[in-house]
């Protein structure tokens, strides 16, 4: 938190408790923060919007995760074809609590604890009728132009988005289980890790998530790779067997340092890229065994120079990874329920919803590895004497 503590959460049914100004209370409102096309960031009273369908449920939004994607949103106004041409909310990682269900939910009641999955398929299209839905041309992603994101009071979301936390689970790292279940994903699309050598290049928190989920996949050695000491001190209490720090010059000669200072043989099975640099793709590559596995998680250029002798003579296979499909949220939640992954030490700052713009330019100094923001009202609500780091909550519930 950048200016105070939390403090425990009272009546999570009582609206009186969460509002965020006096008139709430008589006209509930939906508090939002809004990037402009002009990449300013202003508060807005919005109306509560009512439940698309039937099936739909209303999540008050405790706690909401900042993705890099958020930060080029503000930063650049656009992410490839995805322009701010509008007026809209960021967000897409967040957790929160039940308020209404639809009349045709069943799996769901009002006080359940739920990360959302922030993206819906339209579940007609041929690639969704094969279950890739995270591939949907018609996909519907939160905080994606031309769709309003969590970073709110209220976030509707179809029933089966919302994935009921474990009693032992905060809401602070269920809004975490968003980027976790894109580590799954990653890590998934390897193969069957068990007893195979990984290299997770970028410290960044989708690599270091892949990190953790590569080790509670059995993976015999998780070797993190970053430019940055203190992430790679990290890496080393977040899993990783081993770490490298990249060096300036060709992309090969890290490489070579890479898998002899790690002993990795012949180099490794598997790599994961969680960064889109040039650069690192081509050390990861070079550092893959004989029939390796690629899989790319991070984001650079459009267009990138690869080794793709290599490639040839290696028989590396290439894999693009995009967000999550069905099973990864599951997956993801029972990895922090088995307590296999534990992401409290991730967050590393917390905001309340009045420091959001601050939150934001916290992540865009690259400070610390994971920043939340508390949703409208929320910290206000809260009893006096709990400090955020250790944010346990006596209500199971939060």
Same mark, same amino acid.
């Given at each position: 938190?950048?200016?105070?503590?939390?403090?425990?959460?009272?009546?999570?049914?009582?609206?009186?408790?969460?509002?965020s100004?006096?008139?709430?209370?008589?006209?509930?409102?939906?508090?939002?923060?809004?990037?402009?096309p002009?990449?300013?960031?202003s508060?807005e009273d919005?109306?509560?919007?009512?439940?698309?369908?039937?099936?739909?449920?209303r999540?008050?939004?405790?706690?909401?995760?900042?993705?890099?994607?958020d930060?080029?949103?503000?930063?650049h106004?656009?992410?490839?074809?995805?322009?701010?041409?509008?007026?809209?909310?960021?967000?897409?990682?967040?957790?929160?609590?039940?308020?209404?269900?639809?009349?045709?939910v069943?799996?769901?009641?009002?006080?359940?604890?739920?990360?959302?999955?922030?993206?819906?398929?339209?579940?007609?299209?041929?690639?969704?009728?094969?279950?890739?839905?995270?591939?949907?041309?018609?996909?519907?992603?939160? #905080?994606?132009?031309?769709?309003?994101?969590?970073?709110?009071?209220?976030?509707?979301?179809?029933?089966?988005?919302?994935?009921?936390?474990?009693?032992?689970?905060?809401?602070?790292?269920?809004?975490?289980?968003e980027?976790?279940?894109?580590?799954?994903?990653?890590?998934?699309?390897?193969?069957?890790?068990?007893?195979?050598?990984?290299?997770?290049?970028?410290?960044?928190?989708?690599?270091?998530?892949?990190?953790?989920?590569?080790q509670?996949?059995? /993976?015999?050695?998780?070797?993190v790779?970053?430019?940055?000491?203190?992430?790679?001190?990290?890496?080393?209490?977040?899993? #990783?067997?081993?770490?490298?720090?990249?060096e300036?010059g060709?992309?090969?000669?890290?490489?070579?340092?890479?898998?002899?200072?790690?002993?990795?043989?012949?180099?490794?099975?598997v790599?994961?890229? =969680?960064?889109?640099?040039?650069?690192?793709?081509?050390? /990861?590559?070079?550092?893959?065994?004989?029939g390796?596995?690629l899989?790319?998680a991070g984001?650079? =250029?459009?267009?990138?120079?690869?080794?793709?002798g290599?490639?040839?003579?290696?028989?590396?296979?290439?894999?693009?990874?995009?967000?999550?499909?069905?099973?990864?949220?599951?997956?993801?939640?029972?990895?922090?329920?088995?307590?296999r992954?534990?992401?409290?030490?991730?967050?590393?700052?917390?905001?309340?919803?009045?420091? =959001?713009?601050? /939150?934001?330019?916290?992540?865009?100094?690259?400070?610390?590895?994971?920043?939340?923001?508390?949703?409208?009202?929320?910290?206000?609500?809260?009893?006096?004497?709990? =400090?955020?780091?250790?944010?346990?909550?006596?209500?199971?519930?939060?």
């Open positions: 938190m950048a200016t105070q503590n939390l403090q425990s959460l009272t009546d999570v049914t009582n609206p009186d408790a969460w509002t100004s006096s008139r709430d209370t008589l006209t509930p409102v939906n508090t939002s923060f809004v990037l402009s002009s990449r300013r960031f508060y919005r109306p509560v919007a009512q439940l698309p369908t039937s099936r739909h449920v999540v008050r939004i405790i706690a909401t995760g900042l993705c890099g994607s930060i080029h949103y503000w930063q106004g656009r992410i490839g074809r995805y322009i701010v041409e509008a007026p809209i909310v960021l967000g897409h990682e967040s957790a929160g609590i039940v308020e209404e269900c639809g009349p045709d069943k799996t769901l009641a009002v006080g359940d604890r739920v990360a959302i999955e922030p993206g819906v398929g339209c579940n007609t299209c041929e690639t969704c009728r094969r279950g890739r839905y995270n591939l949907c041309s018609s996909m519907q992603f939160a #905080a994606t132009p031309p769709y309003d994101g969590t970073l709110s009071t209220f976030y509707n979301a179809p029933e089966e988005c919302c994935f009921q936390l474990p009693p032992h689970i905060s809401l602070r790292e269920g809004a975490l289980v980027p976790l279940s894109i580590a799954v994903h990653c890590c998934s699309l390897a193969g069957n890790l068990q007893g195979r050598s990984v290299i997770v290049v970028g410290a960044g928190p989708i690599g270091l998530l892949c990190c953790a989920v590569a509670a996949f059995s /993976a015999s050695k998780v070797v790779v970053d430019a940055i000491d203190s992430r790679l001190e990290f890496a080393r209490g977040f899993g #990783a067997t081993g770490v490298y720090k990249m300036p060709l992309p090969e000669d890290n490489a070579e340092k890479l898998v002899r200072s790690t002993q990795l043989g012949d180099g490794a099975d790599a994961i890229d =969680a960064t889109g640099a040039e650069p690192c793709i081509s050390c /990861a590559i070079s550092a893959l065994k004989r390796g596995v899989v790319q984001l650079g =250029a459009p267009k990138i120079t690869f080794p793709i290599q490639i040839c003579d290696k028989e590396t296979t290439l894999k693009g990874s995009f967000r999550y499909g069905p099973g990864d949220y599951k997956l993801a939640i029972n990895l922090l329920d088995s307590k992954i534990q992401l409290d030490s991730l967050i590393t700052h917390e905001f309340a919803f009045t420091e =959001a713009e601050q /939150a934001f330019e916290n992540v865009a100094r690259r400070t610390g590895i994971k920043s939340i923001i508390y949703g409208p009202g929320i910290v206000r609500a809260m009893a006096e004497g709990i =400090a955020v780091p250790t944010f346990a909550p006596a209500d199971p519930r939060l």
